[in-house]
């Protein structure tokens, strides 16, 4: 990792990091939106899946709880947070391989990944860091590979505007509100690139972004 590449953490504070996991279980059905994610992507037995931005970790754990067969590596910028994301895995009783490493400038081969998996990362990157990232996506996915983002997405109804012209205001969600993912994924080269899904939060709009490597 370039020391002049920042990145924003989970909570936009590193010392907020340790109330992640407890927030966020509290904002929303976690365990039901990460269920969904995990399940829309139809992962088998053998399947190589990344966890991009994983955070904490709950969502390779999941991964791994649903899908024992494959393998699960989960990937961060932030040291400390991987930390968590560890001693989650192996409280769990699972392995799973957690790499640092920036979004867009991943350590892996080419074409070494049937699922790349994220939520909540995106809105955490500069537009063109989204680009970078998507690119980066493609290059490791094999031909056929999938891509599943959940993320903010586009505001729809007087809640999710309204809470919109809040968030707007923080890190980089400016692409997920305007419902500019769908392009920047598409400009990577991905095929069938699809809003798939849309769910209601305490944060507006959450949108499951799908796509394949042709
Ligand atoms: C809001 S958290 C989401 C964590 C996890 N995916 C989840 O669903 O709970 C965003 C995560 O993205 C990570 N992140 C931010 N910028 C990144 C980058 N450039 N490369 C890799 N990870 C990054 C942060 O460290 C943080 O763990």
Known sequence: MRKSDKYIPALGREWLTPLYDPLIRWAMPEAKLKTRLVDQAQ????????????????????????????????????????????WKADKARVSIAFDLGMAFELPYPDNAFDHVLSSFVLHHLTTENKARTFKE????????????????GRPHGAYAVLISLILRRFEETLDNLQGRLADIIRNAG??????????????????????RKP
């Open 43 to 86: 992962i088998e037995a053998g399947h190589h899946v990344l966890d991009l931005g994983c955070g904490t970790g709950t969502l390779a754990v999941l991964m791994k709880h649903m899908s024992p067969q494959s393998e699960v590596v989960g990937l961060d910028a932030d040291a400390k947070i991987l930390e968590i994301a560890r």
């Open 137 to 152: 996506v493609y290059r490791i996915l094999r031909p056929g590979g999938k891509l599943s983002v959940l993320d903010l």
């Open 190 to 211: 991905f095929l069938q690139v699809d809003e798939s899904e849309r769910y209601m939060s305490i944060f507006g709009v959450l949108s499951l972004h799908t796509a």
